[in-house]
């Protein structure tokens, strides 16, 4: 049979389109082949989103084949968010991981990844004149909170006047984030529990007891923010007059002296850090819920993310210090070591906390 | 959580302000410059080399308008071309309840509506971009008669307590955006309470319901003779009839914008008064919505831009303040001073900011239902509704009634949080070719004019004019007892027979009542325009959108 012209020229172009395929696929798998790429997603607390976002971070993680996102939301929040197509919870406390657990979160392959001190921001003003009525001291340049005299003149509603700062507004206050949805406020608020309860962990039947005093230290602050990312931030951007004292991670200041200079040069000279006597740990905990989850926690474990999170966002590691001296971060007033801690409460305790605080805010 | 349901309903659906502005989206943008807005809601920004690598839809307050310079070299310097959409901090937070709707950031007055609204954990890298107090912006002449400034400008602090016993002695009256509808407002309303409560912090429930702390609210808020629904539109209605207003409580970078306008037409300054005992801060954070459209890189591009020392140095040319702290990063920058000036009052020393500590969200979302059912200055709203056969065939006449219902129904109204109060009174006067009677509803059953709304039936010609002259006679005979507002909605071009008649009985009225107008169908805009203009008021564009939000946003402003 004869074909003709137009069919022929048809053949042609149809084997000129194998060779290019077959061309196509001999020079692709002469490539070496890329790592392959998983992203992972999860919750977040804001206090840790300096560190996700770090390109170095990024770089180890790609080394990794990760590509990791997150979502900000407060430690106690995530676990009762949809969990939907998200791979971890990176909570910031052992007691947020309790909360998890009693709400059926599965808590089983997780693992404590950093701590770091929940610590006072202020000002020197304020600093000073709390110094001058004995509510914190100095020594060695270093500010410390007496939290018994601190819940004391906050339970008698003393003003700032009667604590040695006149130009302050209102009643003495210590701000912190939404104990019910974030980490910072919540141990904050086991530390003003256990102080209540003469220095001894919060239980239950103290937490009833001291209900009312509970609910009026934390009214004093009406608003509070959901992460303690936005709340610090507030407190640099707000100033003395909104936010004179605020709960907080030691890591945030570390972080911002390291990674934003500027902003560090403008309020190194007025702001304070204080270490409440006793404090207690802020255990950031990473909880998987699937394998992907588990690739991020064995990446957050390496000495090499363990060196970064310290190094450029002041996280300790899981046992208590840094790899390094705290000096190298040029903060006025840091600890080395810190000795003087509190138990958090048991986790029924802390519900019961919890419960007080939310009828608390209806009143 | 009882705040997230009642704040849920807030004001106008952001979707439908989208719609409402997709319109005039498509217009050319000359490189490097601000588009000045066909619609008064968007605005946008391309980068001055032409070309850029992604566009940002922002949901942005009303008052960064006045930060355009800022944004403008931000989109230079990034690349990345921003399209404004300009709503209410509250809006913001009903589009992020929504999963964020068309949105790619936003950008309101006040970290507390993300706080509330980011209920599905959208919201990413928010950083404050400045910050700025809610003040008192009082006429020169008036500060000095009541003692509050010198002859140098300066002002001393205020308490709330003596700004409430100058509105008690008939010495002040004062113009203050809805506390339900404006970050502004609610924030300044906050801080009353807060300061009268006199406890000074955070207020409780327990306070809330305190009569006579709901007394001296209702004393205070009694000064107030125009309402807004919008910060930026607040300071314009100032600047445009100066020696009218007594006071604004707006913004001190808003005060600022008003100030150069007005001291620019040869007219005194506002003086700038911090209230001593309690004051309300702006933090205007930016943030990105991520709701999976990969916009990341375009965001952390353009929010690292605007907040360059060079960006920055334009937010305090515009008035606001960028340090840390309160303070002013570029205190010697001559734009910088020329905006904080000490003889307009201002005091850009961040101790004269003696901040309240704001109440809880459900304090905030119970202080807000009282400001709009009890507290606030009872509304006198006349509604001159265009019933002309052409109403028939373009879908106006159901337009109108839905957007009546929207706005004056007490359950849908409540969703916006603009229902009806006891001492509100809301008059319905229906015209064609002249006005028909009027039906009148004092409080909150507004059945009667609802049900006479769905009765009538579109006929015959169009005289706006005639019906805005009865609607003038049938203002009370004390207007101080209320806010008053007229608002007329037509589809057509008017006779113009009786106009010359009604603007000399509008002029000769002691008390001018602004005309707010709705333009639909074919409504002339120079006409409605006329009627803004004379009034001092605003022409709300009903014709690309739902005339139910439309009826909702201008119900905001009374």
């Known amino acids: 049979m004869r074909l003709s012209k137009s069919k022929l020229i048809g053949l042609a172009a149809l084997l000129v389109a194998f060779a290019l395929i077959a061309g196509t696929l001999v020079w692709r798998n ?190 004093k602050s009406g608003w509070m923010e959901t992460s303690s990312e936005d709340s610090f931030n507030q407190f640099l951007t707000l100033g003395v007059g909104s936010k004179p004292i605020m709960v907080g991670y030691e890591s945030q200041i570390l972080d911002l002296a390291a990674n934003n200079p500027d902003a560090w040069k403008q309020v190194k000279d007025d702001i304070v850090i204080a270490y409440p006597t006793p404090t207690v740990w802020s255990t950031h905990v990473l909880i998987p819920t699937n394998a992907k989850g588990q ?39 840091t600890l080395d070591q810190i000795t003087a801690v509190a138990e958090l409460p048991r986790n029924d305790a802390m519900q019961s906390l919890i419960e007080v605080l939310t009828k608390g805010t209806q009143q | 959580m009882a705040a997230k349901s009642l704040m849920k309903g807030f004001a106008v659906g952001a979707v439908l302000a989208a719609v409402m502005t997709l319109g005039s989206c498509f217009g050319t943008t000359p490189p490097g410059k601000a588009n000045p807005a066909p619609s008064p809601n968007l605005q946008t920004f391309t980068p001055a080399n032409g070309s850029s690598s992604a566009t940002l839809s922002i949901a942005s307050g009303s008052e960064n308008g006045e930060v355009s310079n800022a944004i403008q070299k931000a989109s230079d310097e990034s690349g990345v071309a921003i399209t404004m959409h300009y709503m209410g901090s509250l809006d913001i937070m009903n589009a992020l309840e929504q999963g964020g709707s068309s949105y790619d950031a936003v950008w309101p007055a006040s970290s507390m509506w993300i706080s509330m609204g980011d209920t599905k954990h959208i919201v990413k890298d928010a950083a404050s971009t400045s910050t700025t107090p809610i003040v008192f912006g009082v006429a020169q002449s008036k500060a000095m008669a009541l003692g509050w400034a010198k002859p140098d400008g300066s002002t001393r602090p205020v308490s709330t307590s003596e700004v409430m016993d100058a509105v008690k002695a008939k010495q002040l009256k004062f113009s203050m955006t809805s506390a339900t509808q404006s970050n502004s407002g609610a924030s300044a309303y906050l801080a009353f309470l807060t300061a009268l409560s006199g406890k000074q912090q955070a207020l409780s429930v327990a306070e809330l319901n305190d009569p006579a702390l709901q007394a001296s609210a209702k004393t205070l808020l009694s000064g107030v003779d125009r309402s807004s629904g919008s910060s930026d539109w607040l300071k314009d209605m100032v600047v445009s009839d100066p020696g009218r207003v007594d006071a604004m409580v707006n913004y001190e970078s808003l005060v600022i914008a008003a100030n150069r306008q007005l001291t620019g037409n040869g007219h ?279 005339l139910a939000s439309v009826f909702r946003t201008v119900k905001g402003y009374n």
């Not at chain 2, 603009?418 to 064609?432: L, M």
């Not at chain 2, 000399?504 to 409605?528: C, E, N, T, V, W």
Request: hydrophobic share 40%; glycine share 10%; net charge neutral.
């Open chain 1, 295 to 333: 690739k991020l926690l064995a990446l957050l474990k390496k000495p090499e993310t363990q060196k970064l999170a310290w190094e450029r966002h002041g996280f300790r590691s899981a046992n208590f210090t840094g790899a390094s001296s705290i000096t190298r971060f040029g903060v006025p007033g």
């Open chain 2, 268 to 546: 005194d300054p506002l003086l700038a008064v911090y209230p001593s005992d309690g004051i309300a801060i702006s933090d205007s954070p930016l943030g990105y919505v991520d709701r999976g459209q990969k916009l990341d890189g375009a965001f952390a591009k353009f929010a690292k831009a605007l907040h360059s020392k060079e960006s920055q140095k334009l937010f305090e040319q515009a008035g606001r303040r960028t340090g840390l702290g309160g303070t002013l990063a570029n205190p010697n920058d001559a734009g910088v001073k020329s905006a904080f000036r000490a003889d307009w009052g201002i005091n850009a020393k961040p101790d004269a900011l003696k901040a309240i500590a704001m109440p809880s969200a459900d304090v905030i979302s119970k202080a807000l239902d009282l400001y709009q059912t009890a507290l606030r200055k009872p509304s006198y709203t006349i509604w001159v509704v265009d019933y002309s056969g052409s109403m028939g065939g373009n879908g106006g006449r159901d337009g109108v009634v839905k957007g009546l219902n929207a706005a004056l129904d007490p359950a849908q109204a409540k969703r916006s949080m603009i229902q009806p109060a006891p001492n509100d009174v809301n008059v319905f006067i229906p015209f064609d070719s002249s006005p028909q009677n009027d039906t009148v509803a004092k409080g909150t059953d507004t059945g009667a004019i609802l049900d006479r709304a769905n009765a009538l039936e579109a006929g015959g010609g169009t005289d706006i004019y005639s019906a805005l002259d009865k609607a003038i006679r049938e203002l009370p005979a004390d207007l101080s007892q209320y806010t008053t507002a007229i608002v007329a909605m037509t589809d057509g071009h008017s006779e113009t027979g009786s106009r010359d008649s009604f603007m000399s009985h509008y002029r000769a009225l002691k008390d001018k009542p602004p005309i707010f107008s709705i333009m639909f169908g074919d409504a002339d805009p120079s006409q409605l325009e006329d009627l803004a203009g004379t009034s001092n008021a605003k022409v709300f564009d009903g014709r690309n959108g739902n």
């Open chain 1, 30 to 219: 002469s490539r070496p082949k890329p790592v392959e790429i998983t992203s992972v997603d999860g919750y977040l607390g804001g206090e840790k989103i300096g560190l996700f976002d770090d390109p170095q971070f990024n770089a180890l993680a790609a080394k990794d084949g990760l590509k990791v996102d997150y979502r900000k939301a407060g430690s106690l929040d995530m676990m009762t968010a949809d969990r939907k197509g998200l791979d971890y919870l990176f909570p910031s406390s052992r007691a947020a991981v309790d909360y998890g657990k009693a709400k059926g979160v599965d808590t089983s392959t997780s693992d404590i990844v950093f701590n770091s001190p929940i610590v006072m921001y202020t000002h020197k003003a304020v600093a000073d004149a709390l110094v001058g009525s004995g509510i914190m001291s100095r020594a060695n340049g270093v500010y410390t909170m007496d939290m018994s005299k601190a819940v004391a003149a906050m339970s008698a509603n003393k003003t700032w006047g009667d604590v040695g700062w006149p130009s302050g507004y209102g009643q003495f206050r210590i701000d912190s984030t939404d104990p019910i949805k974030s980490n910072s406020g919540n141990e904050y608020a086991a530390l003003v529990a256990a102080t209540l309860n003469g220095g001894q962990p919060a239980t239950v039947a103290s937490i009833q007891r001291d209900a009312p005093a509970l609910t009026s230290i934390f009214g």
